[in-house]
Antibody, heavy 120, light 107 residues
Framework: QLLESGGDLAQPGGSLGLSCVVSGFTFSSYAMGWVRRAPGKGLEWVSS????????YYADSVKDRFIISRDNSKNTLYLQMSSLRVEDTALYHC???????????????WGQGTMVTVSS | AIRMTQSPSSFSASTGDRVTITCRAS??????LAWYQQKPGKAPELLIYAASTLQSGVPSRFSGSGSGTDFALTISCLQSEDFATYFCEQYYSYPPTFGQGTKLEIK
């Protein structure tokens, strides 16, 4: 099970931190990612992190603004978002990769998501 | 980035119908393609990966085909619980990209 939290209303230029607590599997054995869906739009991959947390990957649209991390001792995935833009408004899902590392794999387990709204 | 184009964007069908959704990549993705189902307010679910491999627990009425740039998801006999939005995703080339979705509605 994956349970996201932290979504909220934020102002443009502001910051927000998302968390995803997982249960039911060995967290450190899987790469994890964040995927978002803006209102009325499709899914967009945001970021991924390897099982160890050593390697991270970002979409160009969020690079240098978002930071993905994980605490394997707490079974928790994080996404720290800064310099938020209106276009970051979306439902953010955390998702489990079928692999332990890399970005190049499908996601086989997803959370229901947490809503981030960026507006003045 | 590779652009994934699904068709149709939406359509209506009846329970028991056989339906096919297509996904076209702007350049080859080999067989690195997944299909997901998402219902309103729910988490997406993985149906197919590696273009044609059925994810564990997914009913056998779902099947995937294709390679290179053209792919299809077929539902052999629509059930009421299949009315949802379907997305394809390529994970061959960085960054991974999704199609815009196909909304399947009840006729």
């Amino acid at each position: 099970q994956l349970l996201e939290s932290g979504g909220d209303l934020a102002q443009p230029g502001g910051s927000l931190g998302l968390s995803c607590v997982v249960s039911g599997f060995t967290f450190s054995s899987y790469a994890m990612g964040w995927v978002r869906r803006a209102p009325g739009k499709g899914l967009e991959w945001v970021s991924s992190v390897s099982g160890s947390g050593a390697t991270t990957y970002y979409a160009d649209s969020v690079k240098d603004r978002f930071i993905i991390s994980r605490d394997n001792s707490k079974n928790t995935l994080y996404l720290q978002m800064s310099s938020l833009r209106v276009e970051d408004t979306a439902l953010y899902h955390c998702a489990r990769s079928v692999r332990s590392s890399g970005w190049d794999a499908a996601f086989d387990l997803w959370g229901q998501g947490t809503m981030v709204t960026v507006s003045s | 980035a590779i652009r994934m184009t699904q068709s149709p964007s939406s359509f209506s069908a009846s329970t028991g119908d056989r339906v096919t959704i297509t996904c076209r990549a702007s350049q080859t993705v080999s067989s690195y393609l997944a299909w997901y189902q998402q219902k309103p307010g729910k988490a997406p679910e993985l149906l197919i990966y590696a273009a044609s491999t059925l994810q564990s627990g997914v009913p056998s009425r779902f099947s995937g085909s294709g390679s290179g740039t053209d792919f299809a998801l077929t539902i052999s006999c629509l059930q009421s619980e299949d009315f949802a939005t379907y997305f394809c995703e390529q994970y061959y080339s960085y960054p991974p990209t999704f199609g815009q979705g196909t909304k399947l509605e009840i006729k």
